[in-house]
């Protein structure tokens, strides 16, 4: 006699495509649109989806977290400094305290806090998208207003071979998440729209504060957050430590709660 309960090979495809397609189709229009699922994508999307706003994170890869799996060279262990740490707090990582600094330096799992995050996301209900590699934004009277989407393996194929038309969600506002490459931004500076000035060399004691502060309403329904703040302003690289993306994720959040109420 079987274990498991019965269930037949047509039976589990369709559960797959009736609850993917169910997803999909009720955030066509949605609230906030987040490129990026990293670090601070995730703390923007856990805010925002725990505010009830209807938040769709697009991730091109098949995994979400970003560099937040691995800290720094290769060495899975994840570095904030205070007061940083309560994000940390409110997730139920544990970390260590690191002895002999005077502002606090902490250092935590990188699979541990990854996965934690991931899951405080999923939990607060934002839909993830991964395997969906951003394309373009829609542009409507002078703001971003959606994001074009292909899946990502389609992204990778030569023209020569096939041309698959990407598709369109419609929102109140996106926010880039997508680290140093600043893809959302960079397709508003191709159109001469706005002007990157490109990240500069690591300083980590000043860049943390740096992308927090700059953290903000980019063009009308854009916002910059994270490592994509940097390369918009010309802000330091802050290296292997995760606090100021954190703290950037949750002032993103609270900057596109604003625009989507004010809509």
């Known amino acids: 006699m079987n274990q498991f309960a019965q269930a037949t090979e047509k039976d589990i495809t369709r559960s797959i495509v009736e609850e993917f397609l169910g997803d999909f189709l009720s955030h066509i229009e949605s609230d906030v649109i987040i490129v990026g699922g990293g670090p601070s994508g995730l703390v923007a999307a856990r805010d925002l989806a725990s505010s009830g706003l209807k938040t769709v994170v697009l991730e091109s890869n098949n995994y979400f977290g970003g560099g937040f799996w691995l800290g720094g060279y290769l060495m899975n262990k994840v570095t904030v400094r205070a007061p940083a740490q309560k994000i940390f707090d409110q997730l139920g990582v544990p970390y260590k305290e690191v002895p002999d600094i005077k502002e606090g330096l902490y250092v935590a799992d990188a699979p541990s806090a990854c996965s934690k995050l991931i899951s405080a996301a999923c939990d607060?209900?934002?839909?993830?998208?991964?395997?969906?590699?951003?394309?373009?934004?829609?542009?409507?009277?002078?703001?971003?207003?959606?994001?074009?989407?292909?899946?990502?393996?389609?992204?990778?194929?030569?023209?020569?071979?096939?041309?698959?038309d990407p598709v369109a969600i419609e929102t109140?506002?996106?926010?880039?998440?997508?680290?140093?490459?600043?893809?959302?931004?960079?397709?508003?500076?191709?159109?001469?729209?706005?002007?990157?000035?490109?990240?500069?060399?690591?300083?980590?004691?000043?860049?943390?504060?740096?992308?927090?502060?700059?953290?903000?309403?980019?063009?009308p329904g854009l916002v910059v957050t994270g490592m994509a703040a940097a390369t918009c302003f010309g802000l330091s690289r802050m290296g292997p430590t995760f606090g100021g993306m954190l703290e950037s994720g949750v002032k993103a959040a609270k900057i596109a709660e604003e625009i989507v109420r004010s809509r």
Request: with cysteine.
């Open 172 to 219: 109140k506002c996106v926010i880039d998440a997508t680290g140093h490459d600043a893809v959302v931004a960079n397709s508003l500076a191709d159109r001469g729209l706005v002007d990157l000035k490109g990240f500069l060399g690591m300083d980590v004691d000043n860049s943390e504060d740096a992308v927090v502060n700059n953290t903000s309403e980019l063009f």
């Open 124 to 164: 607060a209900g934002a839909f993830m998208l991964n395997m969906n590699k951003f394309d373009d934004v829609v542009l409507r009277d002078g703001r971003v207003c959606g994001a074009v989407t292909n899946w990502t393996p389609v992204s990778a194929l030569p023209r020569a071979i096939t041309c698959v």
